[in-house]
């Protein structure tokens, strides 16, 4: 059956500027790290790209090593891209990234500029593009000089192979240099992709080499946040509070970073079971809130989900229905997370 998008896409979305860019992007984003790669059902993964598509996301977020094995996600987004897709490039915004382990050897991960530039024309060949929108280098590398792994970024983008930079899981310090570079080199940084939830803080603490938080830095830098995991992997939902369903990321036993077991102890549960009951009552599931929660915040561009069904994804776009709390629900979820 040949794909024709649903005509109403861009009213059922809300758009948020990317820092201080040309580029709006979706309030939530869909991204491939999980449920792409080989053990997955390919019309399950077609289906949720549809869904995406049909209800306003222009973003799809892909790396070099999501799978798995590393690689398949960006082909098998080839393969949905090639068939269903094609007409619709120029109303998409793709991504992918390169910093982890690819390939062995001295040149196959980090931030080398032979790494970064070699990676991303493997990535093209993967997926069947001529270019994608963004490229990232996707952690800080402490041994190549940050001029080294932004000059790369910088070369990419001159060369047409990215359209625009970015950044992800760079520290509030690396990542002002790097803006730095970027916008010396005339390459100015679009986006900083860090992980962020009710449950994972880190953008907010202040980081002492300059005296700022993440969300300070990129906010003053005219840069754009897109944030990852704001579902925690699943654990900000209401998933594992009876158990460990066997078709859930944590039952399914995945590699590579995907939420174990033992990221599901007592405390945490008993939390989410707390925020469940006031989801409950803003009328919202506890992934809408979880999501809800990051969109209160203007200086939040998008929220980067995964999800494993058309389903999950359709209830995750309505959290934009509702992002406004009162100072009490806001009060009494931090109290909740002490
Ligand atoms: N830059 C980086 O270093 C980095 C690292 C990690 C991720 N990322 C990016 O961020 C994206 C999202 O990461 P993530 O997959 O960890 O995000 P997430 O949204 O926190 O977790 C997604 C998982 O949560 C569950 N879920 C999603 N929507 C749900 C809903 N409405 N109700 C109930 N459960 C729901 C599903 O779990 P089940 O599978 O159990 O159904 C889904 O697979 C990745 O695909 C990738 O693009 C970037």
Redo the contacts with the bound molecule.
């Keep these: 059956m040949s794909y024709t998008a649903a005509a109403d896409r861009y009213s059922k979305m809300q758009y948020r500027r990317s820092g201080k860019s040309g580029i709006m992007l979706p309030a939530i984003s869909l991204?491939?790290?999980?449920?792409f790669g080989e053990p997955d059902d390919m019309n399950v993964f077609r289906q949720t790209l549809h869904t995406a598509f049909d209800n306003g996301i222009t973003h799809f977020?892909l790396a070099n090593n999501y799978g798995p094995p590393a690689g398949e996600a960006e082909i098998n987004f080839g393969k949905v891209f090639k068939q269903d897709f094609t007409a619709y490039r120029d109303e998409m915004l793709i991504s992918t990234?390169a910093g982890y382990y690819m390939w062995p050897g001295p040149y196959g991960e980090w931030g080398s500029k032979k790494y970064l530039v070699s990676s991303l024309d493997q990535s093209l060949k993967r997926m069947g593009l001529e270019y994608v929108d963004i490229f990232y280098h996707?952690r800080p590398d402490p041994n190549t000089p940050l001029e080294e792994s932004m000059a790369a970024l910088d070369l990419i983008v001159r060369q047409g192979k990215a359209l625009y930079a970015g950044i992800?899981?760079y520290p509030a310090d690396k990542a002002a240099a790097a803006f730095k570079i970027l916008q010396q080199l005339g390459t100015p940084c679009l986006i900083h992709?860090p992980?962020y939830s009710m449950l994972e803080r880190w953008v907010e603490k202040k980081n002492d080499a300059v005296n700022k938080n993440l969300l300070e830095v990129v906010d003053e830098s005219g840069v754009g946040c897109i944030v990852?995991?704001?579902?925690?992997?699943?654990l900000l939902?209401d998933?594992y509070l009876k158990g460990i369903p066997a078709d859930?990321?944590v039952g399914r036993k995945l590699p590579n970073g995907a939420l174990t077991e033992n990221g599901l102890n007592e405390s945490v549960l008993h939390k989410v079971a707390a925020l469940n009951e006031l989801a409950k009552k803003r009328n919202q599931?506890m992934?809408q809130m979880a999501i809800a929660w990051l969109l209160k915040d203007q200086r939040i561009t998008s929220v980067?989900?995964?999800?494993?069904s058309s389903a999950?994804l359709l209830?995750?776009i309505a959290a934009v229905n509702n992002i406004d709390f009162t100072a009490e629900e806001l009060y009494a979820i931090e109290e909740i997370l002490k």
């Design positions: 991204g491939l790290w999980q449920n977020d990234k996707h992800s899981n992709q992980k990852f995991s704001p579902l925690a992997q699943g939902t998933k859930s990321r599931t992934a980067l989900v995964g999800a494993s999950q209830n995750s």
